[in-house]
């Protein structure tokens, strides 16, 4: 009868717990435990019902405060076709729905393991099951929220899409979370445009001309309870500049043909961004021909291959050029050039001796006053920018000097000077001798007749050698040397030698 009444002891709690065997039990006086075991003291089984008393305590349930709306951390304990059960302290499950799970990217069935850690949202704390209703789309926003808390601690940099504006800056989405970009701290307005504000037309037409690109953004200031997150493009551009330059001054090696950008240009060169870190690629190593000011050839924004000519990692300085990049013109000049050639040129500088004329991009030759026409003023003709036809009298590619008449223009060409290359411009030692046996066997007037051409080049080489030693004092010195004459009227002695061959061969 008193099991009937009492059932099962070890469930049912003592009437009075200060009395009998229970008691003993707490205070770790039971004789029947002694009895059994001798070895075992007073103190230890007060230990040990301590212990055990903890352990049963800490493998106890608790029961966690939790109502609607709260955004808890739980761990996915099953996963079925139709639900997903979700361990958040509850004596019971939290029961997700798969039918909001996103198809793809994070919270997507695909992306969801046992043991996994998920941020979810309480709908509902308690169904009449027992179970809690959650959703991971709801959690989705605060769990964004707690990453933006953690890149702002840890000064990371972040993309974001623009999505509006306004008059005071940029509207941008960090993962689902409106942010602000405040107009000072967008990168590409100047500081004009900064001071008017988005209520200026042109300043309004830039923020809306940047809406749904994606910024490279920092965030500055994060405040949860108030919705508001600031970011900056400035800063974070200038930070990743400043960690990209680093690593280019390690990366960079002399001799490397890369791709940059002109970021900006000025008096002494143009500054070419390498993807980071701007170079310099000084004035004289912009292009092979003469540049006086660096937008002649170059317009910020425009995309170049550039060669690294040496890295400073201490001065952290990137010394670039543009026409190392490019093939020298000198080195192929001869394949397109002869003496005696006509071509176009434009004046590209005016000196005391003469003028300079390019006649194609890297390749500039000297037109010195003598091979002017008679009695023709140099200042009315010789400008700068003018565009004239000339004669090519000789071309020095090792020295880079390519000389230039206007004077001989109206000359006669000589024959198969276009064709023949500058390597048989000169005859050979047999035809010089058989030219040079012909030109003794024939009159000189005959061949002065014959052969006017001849006597303008003759005539030029006196005139030339009369003024050597005015020559030699002169400015001109400066820029060619005692051989430009000989180098010259060589040039033309030759082709006279072929004409006079070519007019003797058929009176043989």
Known sequence: MQVEKHGDLSTMPAENPNSGRVQTMIEGNDPQV????????????????????????????????????????????????????????????????????????????????????????????????????????????????????????NGELLKAKVIDFNKGGLIVDVNGIRGFVPISQILNLKREEVAAGGENQETAAKLQAMKDKELQLKIIEINRARNRLILSERMAVQEWRQRRREELLEELKPGEVRKGVVSNLANFGAFVDLGGADGLVHISQLAWSRVNHPSEVLHVGQEVEVQVLSVDKERKKIALSIKRAEVDPWTTVEQRYTPGQLVNGTVTKIAPFGAFARIEDGIEGLIHHSELAPGTDPKSILQEGAQLQLRILRIDPERRRLGLSLRQVDEPEPEGAEQQQPEASAATTEEAASTAASATREPMPSLESTTPSLESAATTEERKRERAPQRERGAESKAEDEGETTAMAEAFRAAARQRAKDETEPAE
């Open 34 to 153: 002694e009895n059994n075991n001798p070895s075992i003291t007073h103190e230890d089984v007060e230990d040990f019902n301590q212990n055990d008393m903890e352990a049963l305590l800490a493998s106890s349930p608790m029961t966690i405060g939790i109502k609607r709306g709260d955004v808890v951390e739980g761990v996915i304990v099953r996963i079925d076709q139709d639900e997903i059960l979700v361990d958040i302290g509850l004596k019971s499950e939290g029961v997700l729905s798969t039918r909001e799970l996103p198809s793809s990217g994070y919270g997507s069935f695909e992306e969801l393991h046992n043991d996994d850690k998920v941020l979810v949202y309480v709908i509902q704390p308690e169904t009449s099951e027992g179970h809690a209703v959650l959703s991971l789309k709801r959690a989705n926003t605060e769990r964004q929220w707690r990453i933006a808390e953690e890149q702002f601690k």
